[in-house]
């Protein structure tokens, strides 16, 4: 018996350590994206991939951190492209050599959402600095990104255009993805700024209203970066021009246009047609 | 929060064969069970060296790997980080983002726990079976063997215990295996992941599953002890 146990136990070792967790090495077509944690806790990637790794016969290898972090990886060469939300960061990215052949790829927007009391009472106003101000006197619970993400570059934005320093026990920094934010949110009946797409994702497991939305300063436009291949010459910049390539093209628009989350569409397509 | 539901949809999920979740297993499974096939040895003898050998700044040696013992994994991912990205010494090697790294990262994670545990097992083994191996005409190494063997219950709990704190840990396999579906992304960063998409019923599946393994190593280490383990 304990023979056997033995035997066992040592054939499983093997089959494991052999590959029978099918570890599949890196393939060299294989692309490595990093990108946003909305694009990939709203369910989009998820989505639009298995229709692209179909075609491209490869893998998109997904590492999905802040814009921040995200864009850090690139510069690493750690990553073969970067799809993330931040305009000035990936305009100097560009503009530093880390990357190049920047596109428009969609777009969706901030908004700013809250428990359903409000006691803030911010609910369909437009202006989001203006209601950043009320926030800002510490009457109710912010929770803020705290990581460096595009969402978390927006909201320093908006705190500088409102003239506030967040500071405080009303001001909760977080240093967690978008998906977490909101569920801490709806726990804590706080105020959060959040993506539309991630928070569609989310409205049903947090019961967070939209509170703010529509200010044209809330435009969320998503980029797409292949890693400079001067400076990384062996980054799979082909695999990465062929990604970008497939995703700022029809089809691939065609494929954001389609992605809804309970009925409704989370990103709207952006890429110029004559690129 | 409902507890059941969750928990209800996390064995359905085990039991209808998700083929994902599974996946996520036996990259755990194979990850940890490498890193320790690499590790066993070397720390063992490691730890049996620093056991029966004196040799100056020895006491310095074993304070810093007994120190090691709490160091914190996410420290170990920042080093490996540091040191595998394409900028870092290493990165040529291209091993960032890769079930390797996450080996290594295991492997210096389980290295000191090994070798303090096999230490102070062979501190406390019984001289005489060592003095009897040498004066029956044994070499050195056939002598440690001996002893190794005398408290073999010891070293073997250093290794469950070291494979435990590899096989649930999650700081280091983030940082330097990025989490990637099919490919680095195991039981801990998996849970970690679900979590932060509210997705508890996976969560609840594969921590099932986790501490059902902890549970089967330590059935198989009381098993294979048996009576030997008595005293």
Partial sequence: ?275 | MDLLQPTHEAFSLLFSGNPEIWRIIFISLRVSLIAMLVVTPLAVAAGFFLATVAFPGRRALVILIQGLLSSPTVVVGLLLYLLLSRQGPFGSWHLLFTQEAMIIGQIIIAFPVVVAFTLSAVQGADPRAHETAVSLGAGTARAALTTLLEVRFGVMAAVFNAFGRVFSEIGCSLMVGGNILGLTRNIPTAIALETSKGEFAQGIALGIVLMAVALGVNYALAFLQGEGGLK
């Avoid at chain 1, 056997?4 to 490595?32: E, H, M, P, S, Y």
């Avoid at chain 1, 912010?142 to 409102?162: C, H, L, P, V």
């Fill in chain 1, 1 to 275: 018996m304990k023979r056997r146990l033995l035997k066992a136990l040592i054939v499983f070792f093997v089959l494991c350590v052999t590959g029978w967790g099918a570890n599949q090495a890196t393939a060299a077509k294989d692309i490595r994206m990093s990108t946003t944690t909305s694009t990939e806790n709203s369910g989009l990637l998820g989505y639009l991939l298995p229709v692209y790794e179909a075609k491209c016969s490869c893998k998109v290898r997904v590492i999905s951190v802040g814009t921040g972090k995200a864009l850090e990886l690139g510069k690493n060469g750690d990553v073969d492209v970067v799809l993330v939300h931040a305009r000035p960061s990936e305009d100097k990215f560009v503009a530093e050599g880390h990357g190049v052949n920047r596109s428009d790829v969609m777009y969706n927007d901030f908004i700013l959402v809250g428990s359903q009391t409000d006691p803030l009472r911010l609910r369909g106003t437009k202006d989001v600095i203006a209601a950043f101000k009320i926030l800002g006197e510490g009457k109710a619970k912010f929770i803020s990104r705290g990581d460096n993400s595009g969402t978390d570059q927006m909201e320093k934005n908006y705190w500088k255009q409102a003239g506030v320093e967040p500071k405080g026990a009303w001001f909760i920094s977080a240093g967690l993805g978008m998906g977490e934010v909101l569920t801490m949110a709806g726990e804590l009946q706080a105020y959060t700024l959040s993506d539309r797409a991630t928070y569609g994702a989310y409205r049903s497991k947090t019961g967070l209203d939209i509170l703010v939305q529509g200010d044209p300063k809330m435009f969320n436009p998503y980029g797409v970066i292949a890693v400079n291949p001067k400076k990384y010459p062996d980054a799979n910049y082909e695999g990465a021009m062929d990604f970008i390539n497939w995703i700022t093209s029809d089809e691939g628009q065609k494929r954001i246009a389609e992605f809804k989350v309970d009925g409704e569409q989370l990103f709207f397509p952006s890429a110029k047609k004559d690129n």
